[in-house]
């Protein structure tokens, strides 16, 4: 079946750290990758997604890009500032399917 | 502004009471979803739609029930049957032709 395996948290680092997110999937065909953000107290909202191989998703500094050899879609940033900190959960969809597959989470905090 | 509602934000209800968390939405989308999450933990699936007057259950379903009489909403009863139903309920939609869910801001209840 299809799953996402993403990296325990939660995972500390100063301002200014770079910042790996790793996540993994099984999936039949070619899904779409997504990374998810959800602030304390809120719903989720997508940071980036990417539909085919070797695609990159971007948003607000984010990066991740869709590597089907190693069916990775980790997720990065050059420079993590405070108010980064959330939980990033990364997801899965099959195309033309109505459920989205969702990783445990990570949580990460900045210090400041 | 297109979006998804829910309400309450916050909702305590006592052990045995029956209660319906509200999600409306104005995106026009056909695929409405609920899923919960406990504290540390990622999403599961309790129920989804795909099309009005008709849904299915997810991974977690006993002790919950919904109704989809209308496009724009998917309330849920949270039922004197679900054995540990304090925790945070998120509401999503999807546009069958796209994979992006898009996500309410959530309703925290407590039963005491």
């Known amino acids: 079946g299809n799953s996402v395996t993403q990296m325990e948290g939660p995972v500390t680092l100063s301002e200014e750290a770079f910042l790996t997110i790793n996540c993994t999937y099984t999936a039949t065909g070619y899904p779409s990758l997504f990374w998810y953000v959800q602030y304390p107290g809120e719903g989720l909202q997508l940071l980036l997604k990417a539909t085919k191989a070797d695609d990159k998703g971007s948003n607000k500094g984010f990066e991740a890009t869709y590597r089907k050899e190693t069916t990775s879609f980790h997720l990065e940033k050059g420079s993590v500032q405070v108010s980064d900190s959330a939980v990033y959960f990364c997801a899965l969809s099959r195309g033309g399917g109505f459920k989205t597959i969702f990783g445990a989470g990570t949580r990460l905090f900045v210090k400041a | 502004d297109g979006g998804i509602t829910q309400s309450p934000k916050y909702l305590f209800r006592k052990e045995g009471q029956n209660v319906t968390l509200s999600c409306e939405q104005n995106?026009?989308?056909?695929?409405m979803y609920w899923y919960r999450q406990d504290p540390g933990q990622g999403l599961r699936l309790i129920y989804y739609?795909?099309?009005?007057?008709?849904?299915q259950k997810g991974d977690i379903a006993e002790g919950y029930s919904v109704s989809r009489e209308k496009k724009e909403s998917f309330p849920l009863t949270v039922t004197s049957a679900q054995k540990n139903p304090t925790a945070f309920y998120l509401c999503a939609s999807m546009n069958p032709g796209g994979n992006e869910q898009f996500f309410g801001p959530g309703t925290r209840l407590t039963v005491l």
């Open positions: 995106l026009n989308h056909d695929a």
């Open positions: 739609s795909q099309i009005v007057n008709d849904f």
